[in-house]
């Protein structure tokens, strides 16, 4: 029998987090797509008012943005508070922190995109991109 070592670090169970800041209003149709640690993928779109349930979250202000764009992302339609959970600071910031548990243990899949020519947003992706193996060790 043959053992093999892994290169990629096991997840250790460390607190994962992005943010998203609204500088300002988001201009109509611009989009943030997220990932999750399972590499689920969802569209948020900035639109005149807040749909919840079609990922669409109002355009105003930097806070109003924000909090509308939590409550998507909580929505069932959204990551539903199972692979993602959302702080939002009520000033504009939203710090995403993944749920890194048996189910979603490839961390290296999340992200945050902005679509290319975004204005009054930026993000700093998860903080945790490096490869993780599973409870296996399987990469």
């Known amino acids: 029998m043959t053992l ?3 290169t990629q670090p ?3 169970g460390t ?4 943010t998203i800041v609204f500088g300002g209003a988001a201009a109509v149709d611009d989009t943030i797509t997220i990932t999750d640690a399972a590499g689920t993928t969802k569209v948020f779109t900035a639109k005149g008012s ?6 669409e979250f109002i355009r105003t202000d930097a806070a109003a943005a924000a909090t509308a764009l939590k ?7 959204g990551f539903n508070n199972t692979s993602i959970t959302v702080a ?8 995403l922190t993944l749920v890194v548990d048996s189910t979603y243990r490839f ?4 992200s945050i995109q902005l679509m290319t020519g975004i204005t009054n947003v930026t993000s ?16």
Request: charged share 20%; hydrophobic share 25%.
């Open 4 to 6: 093999s070592s892994h």
């Open 10 to 12: 096991l997840d250790d």
């Open 15 to 18: 607190t994962i987090t992005g």
């Open 50 to 55: 807040t749909s919840a349930g079609d990922l």
């Open 71 to 77: 409550t998507c992302i909580d929505n069932a339609a």
């Open 88 to 95: 939002d600071d009520s000033s504009g910031t939203l710090t």
């Open 107 to 110: 961390r290296n899949k999340a």
């Open 124 to 139: 700093v992706d998860f903080g945790g991109n490096a490869a993780a193996e599973d409870t296996n060790g399987h990469t």
